[in-house]
């Protein structure tokens, strides 16, 4: 396991850019924006060491870099590259410094999706309180895959970052199939279970009302 120090993020970044360009969602999108990928690795690496270590190398601009590809950029693909930076740095980080890059992945996706799509985020829509960990096919809980309810007043949100899952409830019986950017709705104490049909990665946010906000809870009226 690896801390927050140099060697340590340029490992994190070979190796995570390294599943990204295997992605087949984005893959074709980074391959084609990259020319020379040592010096890409050089210039991530320095960003991350002045986000995370405040060593000030990064000179680059991450907005105008991303807006240049931005006809072939999609919202959901953000989720995608967050599950896969979340598995990379859990695997090959301290814990604790794994958390910190997740927080701080997050942030920037969502400044980068705000600078590209120029959506400011509904005030309505809530923040998840708790948010497991993304699963695959080999990894998800067996009691996620049997039947099970949220807690008294938790709702929860499936999002699928990749593949495809089912989310099969009881009261009144009904399935649900859940994509990237097509997430699912779980109402508190719903019985349900999870299915799978091949590879997948996926997890789970818990809020303590609608996750999709007041249009969101007027739909379950």
């Not at 997050?106 to 400011?120: G, M, N, V, W």
Request: proline share 8%; no cysteine.
């Amino acid at each position: 396991m690896n801390g927050l120090d140099e060697p340590g993020l340029r490992q994190l970044v070979e190796t995570f850019y390294g599943r990204v360009r295997q992605d087949e969602v984005l893959g074709p999108i980074f391959n084609d924006a990259v020319e020379d990928w040592p010096h890409h690795f050089t210039q991530l690496t320095a960003f991350w060491s002045s986000v995370m270590l405040g060593s000030g190398r990064y000179k680059g601009q991450p907005v105008p870099a991303h807006a240049k590809h931005k006809a072939r950029i999609e919202e959901w693909m953000f989720d995608r590259w967050l599950g896969i930076w979340q598995a990379t740095t859990d695997e090959l980080m301290e814990p604790r410094a794994a958390a910190a890059l997740q927080d701080k992945a997050a942030r920037i996706a969502e400044s980068l999706k705000l600078a590209l799509f120029f959506r400011i985020r509904d005030p309505q829509r809530p923040e998840p309180y708790k948010t497991t960990a993304v699963w695959d096919q080999d990894t998800l809980p067996q009691a996620i895959r049997n039947e099970h309810r949220t807690k008294e007043g938790a709702w929860g949100l499936l999002r699928v970052l990749e593949g495809k899952a089912r989310l099969v409830f009881v009261d009144p019986p009904r399935a649900v199939e859940v994509a990237p950017g097509q997430p699912g709705v779980i109402q508190p104490q719903e019985p349900h279970h999870v299915e799978l049909d091949g590879p997948v990665r996926m997890q789970v946010e818990f809020y303590k009302e609608h996750p999709l906000g007041a249009k969101g809870a007027a739909g379950h009226g």
